[in-house]
């Protein structure tokens, strides 16, 4: 094999034709030559009324080629010019007929390389909701005995530790790489992710967080009456709300909303060989799939924490005033007195590493799902149940966590 | 230059949990082949593919590409080989979260220098040849299946690859779209230089395009023929091979 000539695309003027000279070894890899001087010359005066295209010593060639002569060849008819690509390899022009039979069958498209510029869409929802319920509805055909299923959960978890730490490690790495900007050009749709884990979260944590601070306050305020410290209530309830409550409705409105989308999704993806296609392609799917996911649930959470807050703080004052004797402004003194940053920094951080379990968890039992639509549902089942014990979990050790630095 | 064969299959065992399912295999594919794999369902020709594409490594043996060792050389090189593979899984596999063009642009935009409108322009090449302008903004579940295969097919030869595998690319298809995929491989192969590994059962793209073919046996576990399929139908020394083609009745 000889030494690679670069590809070359000139373009010169000839009488009232336009000559584009093609030449040396195209290669897709290397990209597309400029075709700025072709449209320069064509809207040069006075007006060309012939388009030619020279065969300069062209060496090896592929779609790339084929695609600067359809290119050339729109751009020749859209103004009006006579085209004469005789010279080109019969391939190309065999390819090219191909492209433009394929143009012509498809409905509402006219020509073969209309201007680059992809509509945008508005991103795909997550269509899961059916599987979910699906899923959680077949528990299992047998139960087995207490004993036996302990047994078997902790052989299972002792077998499968190493994949989970392997898991997390690959992760981390390909967060790493997303944060670099590494994997930004596949196209990683975090605006949908975000979209997911944010927005569609909002009314299930609207109702668990405002009937928990309400239930919270009624408890408080009966209690503390009758220990003759009415005015203790909306304090102890601001706390509780903005160090506990607010993060763990976050973080469970997350994992059932959001954890069994996720288990669900990449499950499907690996039972319609999805996974394994990025894999040929040698994309990794902890860069495709997991990375955009899991910092989304990790952005989003605090966020829905805030706003969890906000409700349970309603909720609770809703009550407190409805049922308490004590004035609302002095009410809303003994709140807010609560209100410190300090609490709520412990909640908001609560909020990412609830978003981190989930992510966690509802992409691990998806990608390590069965390769049959089967598994689906058993995936959102595990994937659920693991992210609610990983938000139960990660509560209690940054709790203690939060006692010992005494944030 | 070594021009020795392009890929080279040696002692391979393919396994499904301790199971053997198939062993001893051996076989080479030229440059410019067009190779058939053909056998009984669960035979293991999808997973021979798996363990030559690089997705799952194989029990025992290797395979070689122009003489590089593809499982017990280092993951770099491997990636290498891979970038040169062009694959088609049965019914398409595309990506769901992804409008079809997206999903023969993501290649382009990982692989090559090409800028932005190039990628498109390429990719919307790529749809074309297989039929598929007017979709481009489509997400494959917003398609029927034949045209998810097509997408598939125009996102596996996005790279113009070298080799192209194809799993059962007719599997959905009419008849009619299962004479226009031997139509699409051999542009490819002519026009594109590609050599083609390709997973079928379809008489009609064995006898017309296949140069030549190898059967997996289930009972044997191994294979039992090797040729041109039209050889094989009339002279092959095993019955079976010969039965399954359609011939050897008379």
């Known amino acids: 094999m000889g030494a690679e000539a670069d590809q070359r695309l000139t373009v010169s003027r000839d009488g009232d034709a336009v000559v584009v000279q093609l030449g040396g070894d195209w290669d897709l890899r290397r990209g597309l030559p400029p075709t700025i001087p072709l449209a320069k010359a064509i809207n040069a005066d006075p007006r060309p009324s012939r388009l030619r295209v020279q065969n300069v010593s062209l060496g090896r060639w592929d779609s790339s080629l084929v695609t600067v002569l359809a290119q050339i060849e729109q751009t020749g008819a859209t103004h009006g010019l006579d085209l004469d690509l005789k010279e080109a390899p019969a391939g190309v022009l065999r390819l090219l007929e191909i492209a433009r039979e394929g143009g012509r069958r ?51 978890s002792a077998r499968t530790t190493g994949d989970k730490i392997d898991f997390l490690g690959s992760t981390a790495v390909a967060l790493w790489r997303m944060l670099v900007g590494r994997t930004w050009r596949l196209g990683l749709g975090m605006t949908a992710a975000l979209q997911e884990a944010g927005v569609g979260t909002l009314p299930v944590l609207a109702i668990l967080a405002f009937s928990g601070g309400a239930v919270l306050s009624l408890l408080a305020n009966q209690q503390l009456g009758k220990l003759g410290a009415p005015l203790l209530a909306p304090q102890l309830v601001a706390i509780v709300i903005l160090r506990e409550l607010g993060a763990l409705a976050t973080g469970v409105a997350l994992a059932f909303r959001v954890g069994s989308g996720i288990a669900a999704e990449l499950a499907t993806m690996a039972a319609g060989k999805e996974v394994d ?17 899991v910092l989304a649930l990790v952005l989003m959470g605090p966020l829905l924490v805030i706003y969890a807050n906000a409700l349970g703080l309603l909720g609770g004052l809703f009550v407190g005033v409805s049922t308490n004797e004590i004035p609302v402004a002095i009410h809303l003194e003994s709140l807010s007195s609560a209100l410190t940053l300090k609490h709520a920094i412990a ?26 639509p089967g598994s689906v549902g058993q995936a959102v089942q595990t ?22 630095v005494q944030l | 230059m070594n021009e020795g064969p392009l890929i080279e299959v040696r002692g391979l065992t393919i396994k499904e949990d301790d199971a053997v399912i198939q062993q001893g295999l051996n076989f080479t594919v030229g440059r410019g082949q067009i190779f058939a794999i053909m056998g009984e369902t669960g035979a293991g020709k999808s997973r021979l593919i ?23 050389g280092s993951e770099e090189c491997r990636e ?6 062009g694959v088609l899984f049965a019914g398409g596999a595309l990506f769901s979260t992804k409008t079809l063009i997206e999903n023969v642009a993501v290649g382009l935009r990982l692989h090559t220098d090409l800028n932005p409108d190039d990628v498109l322009a390429v990719a919307r090449l790529k749809l074309a040849l297989m039929g598929l302008l007017g979709y481009e903004n489509h997400y494959p ?15 596996a030869t996005a790279l113009d690859p070298e080799i192209l595998f194809l ?10 779209g299962a004479r226009r995929v031997d139509e699409v491989i051999r542009w490819f192969r002519d026009d594109l230089g590609a050599t083609v590994v390709i997973v079928s059962n379809d008489h009609e793209t064995l006898f017309s395009i296949a140069d030549e073919a190898i059967f997996l046996d289930s009972e044997t576990n191994t294979m039992t023929a090797r040729g041109n399929p039209s050889y094989l139908r009339d002279h092959s020394t095993d019955a079976k091979v010969r039965a399954f083609l359609g011939g050897g009745r008379e």
Not at chain 1, 125 to 134: D, K, L, M, S, Y
Not at chain 2, 50 to 72: C, I, K, N, T
């Open chain 2, 80 to 85: 290498r080989l891979m970038r040169r593979f």
């Open chain 1, 383 to 404: 994937g659920v149940v693991a992210a609610v014990l990983g938000v139960v979990l990660a509560d209690a050790v940054l709790t203690l966590f939060f006692k010992w």
């Open chain 2, 50 to 72: 798996r363990h030559m594409v690089g997705l799952d490594p194989p029990a025992e043996g290797e395979v070689y590409y122009q003489g590089e060792a593809f499982w017990s």
């Open chain 2, 167 to 176: 799993d059962e690319p007719a599997a959905l298809l009419d008849p009619l």
């Open chain 1, 106 to 156: 498809s409905p509402g498209a006219l020509s073969v390389l209309p201007a680059a510029s992809p509509e945008i869409r508005a991103p795909l929802p997550w269509v899961v909701g059916r599987w979910v319920i699906e899923g959680t509805l077949t528990l299992g055909d047998k139960v087995p005995p207490l004993t036996e299923a302990v047994g078997r959960f902790v052989i299972e």
């Open chain 2, 141 to 155: 579940s917003e398609v029927d299946e034949t045209r998810r295969t097509w997408a598939g097919f125009a996102r």
């Open chain 1, 347 to 372: 909640g908001l951080m609560k909020g990412a590493a609830f978003g981190l379990a989930v992510g966690m968890a509802g992409c691990y039992y998806g990608l390590r799902s069965g390769k049959t």
């Open chain 1, 277 to 293: 296609a990025l894999r040929a392609m040698n994309i990794s799917p902890f860069d495709f799939l997991v990375a955009p996911r």
